[in-house]
């Protein structure tokens, strides 16, 4: 099971940008998937989360700019971002918590806490 980032760049401040992390492998279903952010020197922060039934929830920061959504046929999240900010530039990654898949034996198995490689996003002022 791999999730794979996309969409990441760089933008002027103002700007939109439109990340995508899709999950591969035999999966049957994806618990919540979730956006982090890791500045220069910062530690990782959560920047959103979607349940698998569409429960969204945003860190201070972002609410009001940032729309998280899912779509569970292509166990792919989306993390649109508008009114980018110089302090939204960091790396972005997709996390997945719970994933349910079949092994090579055709079995059900768990893999947990899942990560992305990471985007770049940086924003310029």
């Known amino acids: 099971v791999q999730l794979v980032e996309s969409g990441g760049g760089l933008v002027q401040a103002g700007g939109s940008l439109r990340l995508s992390c899709a999950a591969s492998g035999n999966i049957i279903s994806i618990n919540s998937m979730g956006w982090y952010r890791q500045a220069p020197g910062k530690q990782r922060e959560l920047v959103a989360d979607i349940t698998n039934d569409g429960t969204t929830s945003y860190s201070d920061s972002v609410k009001g700019r940032f729309s998280i959504s899912r779509e569970n046929a292509k166990n792919t999240v989306y993390l649109q971002m508008n009114s980018l900010k110089p302090e939204d530039t960091g790396v972005y990654y997709c996390?997945?918590?719970?994933?349910?898949?079949?092994?090579?034996?055709?079995?059900?198995?768990?893999?947990?806490?899942?990560w992305g490689q990471g985007t770049q996003v940086t924003v310029s002022s």
């Open positions: 996390n997945a918590d719970q994933i349910t898949y079949r092994n090579e034996l055709g079995d059900p198995a768990w893999t947990f806490g899942a």
